[in-house]
């Protein structure tokens, strides 16, 4: 049973950071794509960030140069660097499995994923 459990959400200001991270349990790291999804109140999911097993990246527009995705596969941790942070960032991260299609990382289209997990709040306050 795959079970994927994120931590470090918190509350930051404008132009804050925060570091998101995703532990993986009865899943190891193979040649599928994981990444991050994040959804505010009334909003639809919206994929923010992916990454494949040779480490090639994607991100949405909206995030592009302030995210950084990275995996340590030794850990089967996946992580979320976010800087410069603005109060549209707002919502409730979601660490998330590709397991075998690949299209999230191609996409970014969540319905894709496979598994994710309970998800982490992030607030960010002008």
């Known amino acids: 049973q795959v079970q994927l459990v994120e931590s470090g959400g918190g509350s930051v200001q404008a132009g804050g950071s925060l570091r998101l991270s995703c532990a993986a349990y009865?899943?190891?790291?193979?040649?599928?794509?994981m990444g991050w999804f994040r959804q505010a109140p009334g909003k639809e999911r919206e994929g923010v960030a992916a990454?494949?097993?040779?480490?090639?990246?994607n991100y949405a527009g909206s995030v592009k140069g302030r995210f950084t995705i990275s995996q340590d596969i030794a850990k089967n941790t996946l992580y979320l660097q976010m800087n410069s942070l603005k109060p549209e960032d707002t919502a409730m991260y979601y660490c998330?499995?590709?397991w075998g299609s690949g299209g999230y990382c191609n996409t970014l289209d969540s319905s894709t994923l496979s598994y994710w997990g309970q998800g982490t709040q992030v607030t960010v306050s002008s």
């Open positions: 998330a499995l590709d």
């Open positions: 990454i494949d097993s040779d480490g090639s990246t």
């Open positions: 009865g899943y190891t790291y193979s040649s599928d794509c």
